[in-house]
């Protein structure tokens, strides 16, 4: 898998437009059948079937993040509005057997491998740092299991990112002790499904501590406020990272992935 800010490469590939919705998801647009239906579809790594509303055959599935969907079954030939240019249709869901990032930066792309065989795109995480600090979180919080439990997945159908209990309580613990230098200590907004949050406006000089989710052989730079905290109100912003249970799956989500391109080699991992 490759990955790399999205400012300074460009994807030779089949280039839908996508769309970040204002609900923390991906969104393309897609024509489908020889007489095309216009959908709007989630872009979802972490679930391996198309979808869209039909009336043939009804499937029911329960995602990693404890999210639920049902629905139908089907196939089609599918056709995306291409940026600018003219229509890409294929028989399958295909990206490009080319599919590489190029650029005059090419040495900013960096490469991690994906697990083989699990359905996901789960990788392998070493460490979090937040300000250039290594936490002391016990690398076996992020490993997948002999059972094809816990790990670490790439998901753009979760909204947020999810951290097994014991990681997400050492990155709590040193982001509130980070923000305590501010006098600022946080809230409870039971309206909010969010575990820490705080009321108040950054002024001057005070700055949001950033993340570095560590990956073999590649680094996930400078999670700034904009990609660890939300803004919710005008004076209210929380973290919009959350625990899960510490039998369950880490899952990087697509309001951390905002900003960067990755690139998913399905077929040399």
């Not at 509005?81 to 590489?100: C, I, K, S, V, W």
């Not at 039998?247 to 992935?257: D, H, S, V």
Request: net charge negative.
């Amino acid at each position: 898998m490759n990955f790399t800010n999205a400012t300074k490469q460009v994807i030779k590939a089949l280039e839908p437009k996508i769309v970040y919705h204002p609900g923390n998801f991906y969104v393309a647009q897609m024509d489908i059948g020889t007489t095309p239906y216009s959908a709007l579809l989630v872009v979802d790594t972490g679930f391996e079937t198309t979808w869209v509303q039909n009336n043939i055959c009804i499937y029911e599935i329960n995602y990693k993040d404890h999210s639920h969907s049902r629905g139908y079954l089907s196939s089609d030939t599918f056709t995306f509005p291409a940026h600018g240019g003219e229509r890409d249709t294929h028989t399958y869901l295909h990206f490009g057997n080319d599919a590489q990032i190029r650029g005059t930066d090419q040495e900013i792309v960096q490469t991690t491998p994906l697990i083989p065989n699990v359905n996901m795109y789960y990788v392998e995480v070493l460490s979090i740092s937040m300000e250039g600090k290594k936490l002391p979180i016990d690398p076996v919080e992020f490993q997948l299991r002999s059972d094809f439990k816990g790990g670490f997945a790439i998901d753009t159908g979760s909204a947020l990112t999810y951290l097994v209990q014991n990681a997400y309580n050492i990155v709590r613990v040193e982001i509130v002790k980070y923000l305590q230098a501010y006098n600022w200590n946080p809230t409870v907004h039971s309206e909010l499904p969010y575990d820490l949050c705080y009321d108040v406006i950054p002024i001057e000089n005070q700055q949001f501590p950033s993340l570095t989710i560590h990956f073999l052989g590649a680094n996930l730079d400078q999670l700034g406020s904009h990609r660890v905290f939300k803004l919710f109100y005008d004076d209210t912003f929380c973290m919009f990272i959350l625990p899960t249970s510490q039998q369950g799956t880490n899952i990087l989500g697509a309001f951390q992935q905002a900003d960067y391109q990755f690139l998913f080699d399905v077929g040399t991992g």
